[in-house]
Nanobody, 124 residues
Framework: VQLQASGGGLVRAGGSLRLSCAAS????????MGWFRQVPGKEREFVAG????????DYADSVKGRFTIFRDNGKDTLYLELDSLKPEDTAVYYC??????????????????WGQGTQVTVSS
């Protein structure tokens, strides 16, 4: 079971990035997926999630209207579109997965699988 995140990088404030998370080992189908982020010295933070059943989505208030989460079940890939980026979005972004449900959990402890993280840096 592996989650491989990619797409991070350095971008100026106001710019955009698209993160991808490729899943393998039966991680994708039947699983809720999500993104968390963490800055050194701070608690990890829920960013966005998408449920397996009905593809319901939920976002942290700080990213609503700027980030979009979506999944391609045919490619076993999760995406996070980051628009209108701000310096405070700078963090390591982690792809996560858990057994599928009808709602999106914002609790990191609910997620069984974690990817290795991809760094997003937004300059002012």
């Amino acid at each position: 079971v592996q989650l491989q995140a990619s797409g991070g990088g350095l971008v100026r404030a106001g710019g955009s990035l698209r993160l991808s998370c490729a899943a393998s080992g039966r991680t994708f189908l039947g699983h809720d997926m999500g993104w968390f982020r963490q800055v050194p010295g701070k608690e990890r933070e829920f960013v966005a999630g998408i449920s397996w059943i009905r593809s319901r989505t939920d976002y942290a208030d700080s990213v609503k209207g700027r980030f979009t989460i979506f999944r391609d079940n045919g490619k076993d890939t999760l995406y996070l579109e980051l628009d209108s980026l701000k310096p405070e979005d700078t963090a390591v972004y982690y792809c996560v997965a858990k057994r599928g449900s009808t709602y999106v959990s914002k609790a990191g402890g609910d997620y069984t699988y974690w990817g290795q993280g991809t760094q997003v840096t937004v300059s002012s």
